[in-house]
């Protein structure tokens, strides 16, 4: 078990960039999650695979936001035209459970600094 | 609509004493699950305990327990015998269960918790 792993722990980019973070969840976790967590904010949630497809995404989430999970397995969350604002830590988180309970495993995180 | 209130900015506790980090909720849902996460300054959210709004006992696991008081809505969590390990931040999250495929967790604010020697 390697767990989550969230590939750049850091990135920093100007406005206007386009940026991508990779995900790769537990082997086994058919679930995987998109969060993003502000200085002394919780998380907030952004989208959510089961398998390879999205089924569900947040309102949050702009038309500049897109995430993928082509073959069930690793996912990536793409943003478009960054903005100051996007400026945050993305969370990835996988599981394999179905019950109310369900726990979820999270990454390091990726750290967006947007100049 | 669906919050989670922690009133705690941070608190402070002696090595091998226990502490109380406080949860109220606010959910028209009347299925919902309650969950407590720790996250230490390397940033990964780390699962403590469950608490099912149907569960009869209050939830354990090992050092964490949960005092679930369901008619004031609130869900605090106790930590035992406090270790240098327990100093980080402790987020509690909500998620409804009757929303259909509703996957998405609630967060609140979180609670910073350092165990002094």
């Known amino acids: 078990d390697t767990g989550v792993s969230q590939d750049p722990r850091h990135k920093i980019t100007k406005r206007g960039q386009n940026v991508t973070f990779r995900c790769d969840p537990i082997s086994e976790h058919n679930r995987l999650y998109w969060y993003r967590q502000t200085l002394g904010q919780g998380p907030e949630f952004l989208t959510y695979?089961?398998?390879?497809?999205?089924?569900?995404k947040s309102r949050l989430l702009s038309d500049r936001f897109s995430a993928e999970r082509p073959k069930g397995s690793f996912s990536t969350l793409e943003i478009q035209r960054t903005e100051q604002g996007d400026s945050a830590m993305y969370l990835c988180a996988s599981s394999l459970e179905q019950t109310p309970g369900e726990k979820l495993f999270f990454g390091s995180g990726t750290q967006l600094s947007v100049l | 609509a669906q919050k989670i209130t922690q009133t705690q900015p941070g608190m402070f506790v002696q090595e091998k004493e226990a502490v109380t980090l406080d949860c109220t909720y606010d959910t028209s849902d009347p299925s919902y699950g309650l969950f407590w996460y720790k996250q230490p300054s390397s940033g990964e959210m780390i699962f403590l305990i469950y608490q099912g709004s149907y569960d009869q006992q209050n939830a354990t696991e090992g050092r964490y327990s949960l005092n679930f008081q369901k008619a004031r809505k609130s869900a605090n969590l106790v930590i035992s015998a406090s270790q240098l390990g327990d100093s980080a931040m402790y987020f509690c999250a909500m998620r409804e269960l009757n929303a259909g495929n509703n996957r998405k967790l609630i967060w609140g604010l979180g609670t910073s918790l350092a165990v002094n020697p």
């Open positions: 695979f089961q398998n390879e497809a999205q089924l569900e």
